[in-house]
């Protein structure tokens, strides 16, 4: 409306709306479309009785067009959607012991997707009934996540007993650490004599002695690769078993938690994926590539001082007093060196994420043509670390150029006290320029020691995280060993005397001495507007939150009683959008039993009404479905998803919109496998499609976080002045 557009596209836009929220929404779009060519996709056909054309899709091709009296007049695939809707609708308001057997369904050939096109005044429409949805990116940017928690006491003992398991490879790599620590006062002491034989007034001595030293070089390198190998190879063993142990141990952590804690801002799938994946690495980082370091640097560190107060202490003393100013140069100039890296990407990580969201909702961008807003957003964003970066690069220059003032200073002064000692006949070339060699190469070792200590730093904050993780007791374990296992249960449920508000909305209450039994056996439907609590019954009977006050019960014990684990066993959940996971079908039904055979997948599929369209597909089920089901249709989804249900047999069954979002003719077929699945099992719907729920044996209407009436169809809809009655009047104006 703001953007104000001669040309308005309307997707589905109150597919999932209860009938008193489609009625408000319908009405703004109403006054939206005067005047603007529109071009509307429904499933509701009430929707677009007005438009100017309607235009009836069947796999790819425009079979019939007309406004609304024309095509009904012609009888043709229009009209028959028409009254297979309008037959739903009006049997609504009949008696169910008096209703006929069920009219047989549309055949599955008839596509139900229409367009209706006009220009200048109403509206025009399609009718879905195979709408893929579009998987969506979800931009974690590398940029380092903010940690709040410090690293507990005693962290680096428990890392160590974490890598109890690779202690073998620990020592190896620590052995290699210590011989690869030799290699730097080795080829010091090496370079000084060469230096020396330059020196030689006789040519073959010269020539001699080069050759001895070259050998040895070689000989020296040759260690260097075997130190280096052993070293890094099984310190990189060490790190990479506790970083898989790690990301183990957290997903394990975080899975266990209770739902509630995923409604914190801080506990995001974007943030807690960028927890998994760098503070996992910190850690390997915090001890194995530290360990492995330190322990190379300080044997070099030892093995130096030693070499050079055996050769010549007084030029070592000298060395000794101004080897803080040599580490601190060195250090100095490394850290310049690295840039500031961490700072320059958490300046970046805003925009990361403006152009993350530009590229994951890059259909709505490209609607609006918002690609210049999105561009100057992420401009504007990028000001603050270009500023940065100037900052810190006219820092690191300045900081690189003192460090380098202070390394040639006590160079200058070192080799001035050598040549002081040297012209006195104290000391020898010899000996002083290989403690020189020696020391200053050292002091490159200790000062890279010394400029871990951010890193170092950053691996305890990554600890800390990762034991927040670790340690957090979760206020609803699924895991709890004390609780009573479920072996079987009959499926009377009772919510009695609930008070219930979201942990993260405290202040919201949602259920206020909400009171509902359903028997074993039964099924329970809830009806009622947008916001009411409806889908909260749901929540509380799965046990993802629970109540303030008040009990859940099942077979008359309260809920916190049993075994979580084996109570959701027992529980079938289908929602308005089914998860699936990045696999084949046959992978993402079987998750609804553990150790689930090929021949119950496909019992469980027959069911549901799959195995038929399963079969027609070229791999069958072990066609992947993409990323969150993006190939398949919303019908198709959704019976996966209850062939899921079928194989696990529970005895409760929880259906939370399972139709709401589908055409007439999806909703039909879902509907068959929906109530096959239900007999025999207690069962609760939530639903904004009253058409679904004649047959339940009670219906309750939900408002204002209350169950204000209940009773069977029949018995509801004889109390004309009822809430139930008042939708089904509200809805039937919508058919």
């Not at 009934?129 to 690293?151: C, L, W």
């Not at 047999?649 to 077929?669: C, G, Y």
Request: charged fraction near 20%.
């Amino acid at each position: 409306m703001l953007k104000n557009p001669k040309i308005l596209l309307l997707d589905e836009a109150t597919s999932a709306l209860d009938a008193g929220s489609e009625s408000i929404v319908q009405e703004a779009l109403d006054r939206l479309m005067v005047g603007r060519t529109t071009v509307i996709i429904a499933h509701r056909l009430s929707t677009i009785r007005n438009v100017d054309s309607i235009a009836v899709i069947q796999q790819g091709q425009v079979v019939e067009t007309g406004s609304h009296e024309e095509l009904i007049a012609k009888a043709g695939a229009y009209a028959s959607l028409i009254r297979f809707q309008e037959m739903v609708g009006n049997r609504d308001f009949s008696n169910p012991s008096t209703r006929r057997t069920r009219s047989s369904r549309l055949s599955h050939s008839l596509s139900t997707k229409s367009l209706s096109l006009r220009s200048g005044s109403l509206r025009n429409l399609s009718y879905s009934y195979s709408t893929g949805a579009d998987g969506r990116i979800e931009m974690v940017s590398n940029a380092e996540t903010d940690r709040k928690n410090p690293a507990p006491a005693g962290y680096f003992c428990r890392l160590l007993k974490l890598n109890a398991p690779e202690w073998p490879y620990s020592i190896l790599g620590a052995i290699g650490s210590v011989l690869s620590g030799f290699i730097g006062p080795t080829f010091a002491i090496v370079m000084s004599n060469m230096i020396e034989v330059f020196y030689y007034r006789n040519p073959a001595s010269m020539e001699r002695k080069t050759k001895e030293y070259v050998f040895i070089y070689i000989g020296a390198g040759l260690y260097a690769v075997m130190a280096y190998l052993i070293q890094h190879y099984f310190f990189s063993i060490m790190g990479e078993n506790l970083t898989t142990r790690v990301r183990r141990m957290m997903l394990a952590a975080i899975l266990r938690n209770e739902v509630g804690w995923f409604d914190e801002e801080e506990n995001n799938s974007s943030l807690l994926a960028a927890r998994l994946a760098t503070d996992a690495a910190d850690v390997k980082s915090a001890i194995a590539e530290r360990i492995s370091v330190i322990l190379q640097n300080m044997t070099s560190l030892l093995t130096s001082f030693i070499v050079a107060f055996i050769v010549e202490w007084r030029v070592s003393l000298l060395i000794l007093a101004t080897f803080p100013l040599l580490v601190l140069a060195n250090f100095a100039q490394q850290l310049s060196l690295k840039g500031f890296a961490g700072d320059t990407a958490k300046a970046h990580a805003k925009t990361s994420m403006i152009a993350g969201e530009g590229v994951s909702n890059i259909r709505t961008v490209a609607a609006f043509n918002a690609q210049e807003k999105v561009l100057s957003l992420f401009c504007h964003e990028l000001r603050v670390p270009r500023q940065q970066s100037l900052r810190r690069s006219q820092s690191s220059g300045f900081l690189f150029g003192l460090s380098q003032l202070a390394l040639y200073a006590s160079e200058a002064l070192i080799l001035w006290y050598g040549a002081h000692l040297v012209s006195k006949g104290v000391s020898t070339f010899s000996k002083v320029i290989k403690v020189f060699v020696v020391l200053v190469i050292t002091a490159n070792s200790v000062a890279e020691t010394v400029s871990l200590a951010p890193d170092i730093i950053r691996g305890g904050e990554a600890v800390g995280s990762v034991f927040s993780i670790l340690d957090r007791s979760t206020r609803i374990d699924p895991d709890d060993s004390e609780a009573e296992p479920v072996e079987s249960i009959c499926g009377e449920i009772e919510l009695r005397h609930v008070d219930f508000a979201y942990p993260s909305r405290p202040d919201v209450i949602v259920f206020k001495d909400l009171s509902l039994r359903i028997r074993a056996g039964q099924s329970q439907a809830l009806v009622g507007a947008s916001g009411s609590g409806k889908s909260s019954v749901i929540a509380l009977i799965e046990r993802f939150y629970d109540p303030m006050a008040g009990k859940v019960m099942i077979d008359g014990k309260d809920i916190r009683r049993f075994n979580l684990k084996s109570l959701r066993q027992k529980i079938g959940l289908v929602q308005q959008e089914p998860a699936l996971f990045a696999a084949s079908i046959l992978d993402n039904i079987a998750y609804g039993k553990d150790g689930a055979t090929e021949a119950e997948v496909i019992e469980a599929a027959r069911a549901a009404n799959v195995h038929t369209f399963v079969s027609g597909l070229p791999e069958g089920y072990k066609t992947p479905v993409g990323e969150r089901g993006v190939q398949l249709s919303g019908g198709q989804k959704q019976r996966i998803a209850i062939a899921r249900a079928v194989l696990k047999d529970p005895s409760i069954l929880l259906l939370d919109e399972a139709t709401s979002a589908l055409d007439a003719e999806s909703e039909s077929v879902l509907q068959e496998a929906l109530e096959r699945l239900m007999r025999g099992r207690t069962t609760v719907l939530v639903a904004h499609r009253l058409s679904t729920i004649r047959r339940v044996d009670s219906i309750g209407v939900v408002q204002d976080g209350r169950i204000v009436e209940q009773g069977s169809h029949s018995d509801l809809i004889s109390r004309q002045d009822g809430a139930y009655f008042r939708l089904l009047q509200l809805q039937h104006q919508h058919i």
